[in-house]
């Protein structure tokens, strides 16, 4: 497996929030954590990026070891990016600047190539000179994705993505963040609370309750499967 958690635990203080936490994901695989608030999902991120440390169990990416009982990679040394709720841009620096801050390990002649690459990609290139505030919140969500994928991480991490975006507009963002980590073949997982979020974009969802998986979905495993299976598997979620 391209990505390996096994027997995961985290505790805040006395209490237990993640609970013998078992996933596995397959390269390119896109998987949603579901659950609702205090479910434990967004903890699962955090110490999937080395914002936490485990007390127990561990977490393997792309063959590396990054937590268990004797190591411990911080987030700097994992190549994952991240998108948080909030997008996280810089006020002071222009879209293209944003995108070049999560190259800041690449040669420098090399950042600004793989910045436009980005803009692209995303369909943003008329705003690369402009400054976050000055954009929409679908189109800022879109420059964070850009920023977290630009330095090619082996793991993509998405934490709540759809939800601070009106109704409408969700459903256009879902489907191009779904092609877009597609067509980029990133390993992501993403957690949200919104079922309907879930089956527009993971390939398996995870339900999380009281810190621990409980049952899993497959979507969609292949591009090539018939649309009426899909159909068939979301009306069984």
């Known amino acids: 497996m391209f990505v390996s958690v096994e027997n995961l635990c985290f505790r805040y203080r006395s209490q237990e929030v993640i609970h013998q936490l078992c996933l596995e994901i397959q390269k390119g695989e896109i998987l949603s954590i579901l659950g609702s608030s205090g479910s434990g999902k967004s903890t699962v991120l955090r110490l999937l990026s080395g914002l936490e440390t485990p007390n127990e169990g561990s977490i393997t990416v792309a063959g590396q070891t990054v937590a268990d009982d004797r190591h411990f ?88 993505p759809f939800s601070s975006l009106d109704a409408d507009l969700q459903i256009n963002i879902r489907n191009e963040l779904h092609d877009i980590i597609k067509q980029t073949e990133t390993t992501t997982v993403f957690v949200t609370h919104d079922r309907e979020d879930a089956k527009a974009i993971a390939d398996r969802i995870v339900t999380m309750r009281d810190g621990a998986a409980h049952d899993w979905d497959s979507i969609c495993m292949t591009t090539e499967r018939p649309v009426e299976q899909k159909e068939k598997a979301l009306q069984s979620l």
């Not at 801050?101 to 040669?107: A, I, K, S, V, Y």
């Not at 369909?123 to 330095?151: D, F, V, W």
Request: proline share 9%; net charge positive.
């Open 73 to 160: 990679l911080p987030p700097e040394k994992r190549s994952i990016g991240m998108v948080f709720q909030d997008y996280a841009l810089f006020p002071h620096m222009t879209i293209r600047k944003n995108i070049e801050f999560g190259l800041g390990t690449w040669p420098k002649k090399e950042r600004k190539p793989r910045a436009e690459e980005m803009l692209r990609l995303v369909r943003m290139e008329a705003y690369k000179n402009r400054y976050p505030h000055e954009l929409s919140g679908g189109q800022q969500q879109r420059i964070a994705l850009a920023r977290a994928l630009a330095p090619k991480p082996a793991l993509l991490l998405l934490d709540e």
